[in-house]
């Protein structure tokens, strides 16, 4: 579905869109984008403003009661008055740093018409080690991070990580996150002990890479103690914990995809729809999960 949707609209087209509006975006490594500015109001603003030009209302301070279908109409019952409609889009209702407002909203809704769950956590977030981490705080470096469950790798990534006393952070990290989440969930139970008992990092730095903190660190010395400063290194990491789903970015998890068809109507529930972060699509950091809700909202406004 996703290739499909990125056909219709892709990236190139909503930089253009972005450009053709005053919003000037920049290329960084590994082909992130972002705004130049740096300030997300420039988007925010902008987004409202094609909004009222297409005579969209946007009616806030209202708590969505209940949802329910009755024949051919779905009626939403808020805290302030009673809405009626043939079809009905959930773009909203992620659960992953609430105070940006998300909340159990969509999940709730899918439930309610009795679509497949699965469980939702944590992903594009940090991941706290066994090991004290705390002599490398705030330094970064650029390695290649493999993630193992026992002998199998199951992810790998050449990028920065960013070191925050006993927390890794980072582009790098944070994509790891949805990627032992996702093996996990097929895999495993999802729980604490299961990663401090099989899954581990390996960092991979060359030797142009070796910073003074690295070089200086403890958790160097005590784990390569016959490392030489010319050399590529190679850190062992255990993981103790991934950051809690409300400092996470995105949750991964939610509505499967075999419940939507490739307009996101759902296949149970005629006329209604569901996009963006109500589905179990998580993508890399830095845009590409905005990508895919900016097509997913495309593809779906068009076909109604």
């Given at each position: 579905?996703?290739?499909?949707?990125?056909?219709?609209?892709?990236?190139?087209?909503?930089?253009?869109?972005?450009?053709?509006?005053?919003?000037?975006?920049?290329?960084?490594?590994?082909?992130?984008?972002?705004?130049?500015?740096?300030?997300?109001?420039?988007?925010?603003?902008?987004?409202?403003?094609?909004?009222?030009?297409?005579?969209?209302?946007?009616?806030?301070?209202?708590?969505?009661?209940?949802?329910?279908?009755?024949?051919?109409?779905?009626?939403?019952?808020?805290?302030?008055?009673?809405?009626?409609?043939?079809?009905?889009?959930?773009?909203?209702?992620?659960?992953?740093?609430?105070?940006?407002?998300?909340?159990?909203?969509?999940?709730?809704?899918?439930?309610?018409?009795?679509?497949?769950?699965?469980?939702?956590?944590?992903?594009?977030?940090?991941?706290?080690?066994?090991?004290?981490?705390?002599?490398?705080?705030?330094?970064?470096?650029?390695?290649?991070?493999?993630i193992f469950h026992n002998s199998k790798l199951i992810y790998q990534q050449e990028w920065?990580?960013?070191?925050?006393?006993?927390?890794?952070?980072?582009?790098?990290?944070?994509?790891?996150?949805?990627?032992?989440?996702?093996?996990?969930?097929?895999?495993?139970?999802?729980?604490?002990?299961?990663?401090?008992?099989?899954?581990?990092?390996?960092?991979?730095?060359?030797?142009?890479?070796?910073?003074?903190?690295?070089?200086?660190?403890?958790?160097?010395?005590?784990?390569?103690?016959?490392?030489?400063?010319?050399?590529?290194?190679?850190?062992?990491?255990k993981i103790k914990n991934i950051n809690p789903i409300e400092t996470a970015k995105v949750?991964?998890?939610?509505?499967?995809?075999?419940?939507?068809?490739?307009?996101?109507?759902?296949?149970?529930?005629?006329?209604?729809?569901?996009?963006?972060?109500?589905?179990?699509?998580?993508?890399?950091?830095?845009?590409?999960?905005?990508?895919?809700?900016?097509?997913?909202?495309?593809?779906?406004?068009?076909?109604?």
């Amino acid at each position: 579905m996703l290739p499909s949707i990125f056909h219709k609209f892709s990236n190139h087209e909503i930089v253009n869109f972005l450009e053709n509006n005053w919003v000037q975006t920049q290329e960084e490594d590994n082909g992130r984008l972002i705004l130049k500015s740096w300030k997300a109001q420039e988007l925010l603003d902008l987004l409202i403003k094609k909004t009222k030009q297409n005579n969209t209302q946007i009616k806030l301070n209202q708590e969505i009661i209940k949802i329910e279908k009755k024949e051919d109409i779905f009626i939403v019952s808020t805290s302030k008055e009673e809405l009626k409609c043939h079809k009905l889009i959930i773009a909203t209702g992620g659960i992953s740093y609430p105070k940006s407002g998300t909340n159990w909203y969509g999940l709730n809704i899918a439930k309610q018409f009795d679509l497949k769950i699965i469980p939702p956590y944590p992903a594009l977030c940090g991941i706290e080690t066994q090991e004290d981490l705390s002599n490398l705080s705030w330094s970064s470096i650029l390695c290649n991070l493999e993630i193992f469950h026992n002998s199998k790798l199951i992810y790998q990534q050449e990028w920065n990580i960013l070191f925050t006393h006993q927390w890794l952070s980072g582009p790098s990290i944070f994509n790891a996150t949805a990627a032992i989440g996702e093996y996990l969930s097929k895999k495993l139970k999802y729980n604490i002990q299961q990663l401090q008992n099989n899954i581990w990092l390996n960092i991979s730095v060359q030797a142009q890479n070796i910073t003074k903190r690295l070089k200086q660190s403890e958790l160097l010395t005590s784990q390569m103690s016959s490392w030489a400063q010319s050399k590529d290194i190679n850190i062992k990491l255990k993981i103790k914990n991934i950051n809690p789903i409300e400092t996470a970015k995105v949750s991964w998890g939610w509505i499967s995809m075999d419940e939507i068809k490739p307009n996101f109507e759902s296949k149970k529930i005629s006329n209604l729809y569901f996009i963006g972060e109500t589905l179990d699509i998580t993508d890399q950091t830095w845009w590409f999960n905005l990508q895919r809700a900016w097509s997913s909202g495309f593809v779906c406004g068009n076909g109604l």
